[in-house]
Every structure is written in structure tokens, then in C-alpha cells.
């Protein structure tokens, strides 16, 4: 088993930047490929971006390329967002989740962003 703990989301403005990270705990998560998801207010849940085990291919939802980057350090068993340029529409919880074959399998219990206007 994976537990995930999302941490560093918070309230900020329109333009400010936010890191998140996801802390692993009980295996290492060096094998997985990581990803990061958001749910706004009614609506689905959205794929955000994800990461290889190895940190070489990663992809993004379209609506934030260029303004926020995935990351990963193995060692610590960590994996990162970086956001810029916040947008309102960014307000979301998001998550972290850990792959397994072909479907995310371990999920975080996710961080609240709230970018205001």
C-alpha cells in the first residue's frame, strides 16, 4: 500500500504561484508514475499532469502548460507541482495518485487552492 499527503495549497491571488507536493509513505513510489488531478465546486474530476518513475516524459492538461510543472525526487519519495500564473479557474482540491499497470491506484486526500480575483 501507498498513503499519499498532499500539502501546500492555501488562498492566493490571480498571478501568485503555489508549490504542492505529495509526500509518500509505505513503499517507494520510485516505480510509479505519479499524477496530479483536480475537482472544482460541481464538476468531475480533471487529470492535471503527470510524471514517469523516471522523471523523462511528462504531460499536461492544455489549460496549464506553460504555467505549471510537475516534478518528482525519488529519494525522498516526494512529488511536486509547481503552479504559476494562478488563475481563478485553477480553484480546485487536487489530488495526488500513484499508478499501478493502467489505472491510478493510490489517491492522496487532497489540498485545497483557492485563487481569488
Known amino acids: 500500500q501507498v498513503q499519499l499527503v498532499e500539502s501546500g495549497g492555501g488562498l492566493v491571488q490571480a498571478g501568485d504561484s503555489l508549490r504542492l507536493s505529495c509526500a509518500a509513505s509505505?513503499?517507494?513510489?520510485?516505480?510509479?508514475?505519479m499524477g496530479w488531478f483536480r475537482q472544482a465546486p460541481g464538476k468531475e474530476r480533471e487529470f492535471v499532469a503527470s510524471?514517469?518513475?523516471?522523471?523523462?516524459?511528462?504531460y499536461y492538461l492544455d489549460s496549464v502548460k506553460g504555467r505549471f510543472t510537475i516534478s518528482r525526487d525519488n529519494a525522498k519519495n516526494t512529488v511536486y507541482l509547481q503552479m504559476n500564473s494562478l488563475k481563478p479557474e485553477d480553484t480546485a482540491v487536487y489530488y495526488c495518485?500513484?499508478?499501478?499497470?493502467?489505472?491510478?491506484?493510490?489517491w492522496g486526500q487532497g489540498a485545497q487552492v483557492t485563487v481569488s480575483t
Open positions: 509505505g513503499r517507494t513510489i520510485s516505480t510509479y508514475t
Open positions: 510524471i514517469t518513475w523516471s522523471g523523462s516524459t511528462t
Open positions: 495518485a500513484a499508478r499501478a499497470g493502467t489505472s491510478y491506484r493510490f
